[in-house]
């Protein structure tokens, strides 16, 4: 089991989807990770879209979907369930862990969707984020 943020934000009535590079198939993929202790799921995801994505904001506490993917660790494949958390993007940040390692990018929704390629994930970019309101809830701005 995994746990994804699906950052978003909403510009000039448009919704935008962050994508970042997986490290080893620089695929475009949305930041996830395995869980952490003492942090409740959702929590992970917003620390994955940190590490990850440079990207501060507060994943909702219940996700909007899952999906399945084959994870390559090593020579081994592991079948990872993943459950996606929306999070509204409040800042975006010039130096964060995995800058060197991976590449992010701003998608309109629905090319966000075409970009990836596990279907399960497309889907919940369509079904999810393309139904947010126009102008998303955000916390502070700390970063």
Same mark, same amino acid.
Not at 8 to 13: I, L
Not at 104 to 126: H, K, M, N
């Given at each position: 089991?995994?746990?994804?943020?699906?950052?978003?934000?909403?510009?000039?009535?448009?919704?935008?989807?962050?994508?970042?590079?997986?490290?080893?198939?620089?695929?475009?993929?949305?930041?996830?990770?395995?869980?952490?202790?003492?942090? %409740?799921?959702?929590?992970?995801?917003?620390?994955? #879209?940190? =590490?990850? /994505?440079?990207?501060?904001? +507060?994943?909702?506490? !219940?996700?909007?979907?899952?999906?399945?993917?084959?994870?390559?660790?090593?020579?081994?494949?592991?079948?990872?369930?993943?459950?996606?958390?929306?999070?509204?993007?409040?800042?975006?940040?010039?130096?964060?862990?995995?800058? %060197?390692?991976?590449?992010?990018?701003?998608?309109? #929704?629905? =090319?966000? /969707?075409?970009?990836?390629? +596990?279907?399960?994930? !497309?889907?919940?970019?369509?079904?999810?984020?393309?139904?947010?309101?126009?102008?998303?809830?955000?916390?502070?701005?700390?970063?």
């Amino acid at each position: 089991m995994q746990f994804a943020a699906l950052p978003y934000r909403v510009v000039e009535g448009r919704t935008e989807v962050l994508l970042v590079t997986s490290r080893e198939t620089r695929r475009w993929v949305i930041p996830k990770g395995w869980p952490m202790k003492g942090k %409740r799921p959702h929590q992970a995801a917003t620390r994955e #879209a940190f =590490e990850e /994505a440079g990207v501060k904001g +507060e994943a909702a506490p !219940a996700p909007v979907g899952g999906f399945t993917y084959w994870k390559k660790l090593g020579r081994k494949r592991l079948l990872c369930t993943v459950e996606v958390f929306l999070m509204a993007v409040t800042a975006e940040l010039k130096v964060w862990p995995e800058r %060197r390692q991976r590449k992010r990018r701003w998608f309109p #929704a629905e =090319e966000a /969707a075409a970009q990836v390629e +596990e279907p399960g994930l !497309a889907a919940i970019i369509r079904e999810s984020v393309l139904s947010v309101p126009p102008e998303p809830k955000s916390s502070s701005d700390q970063g």
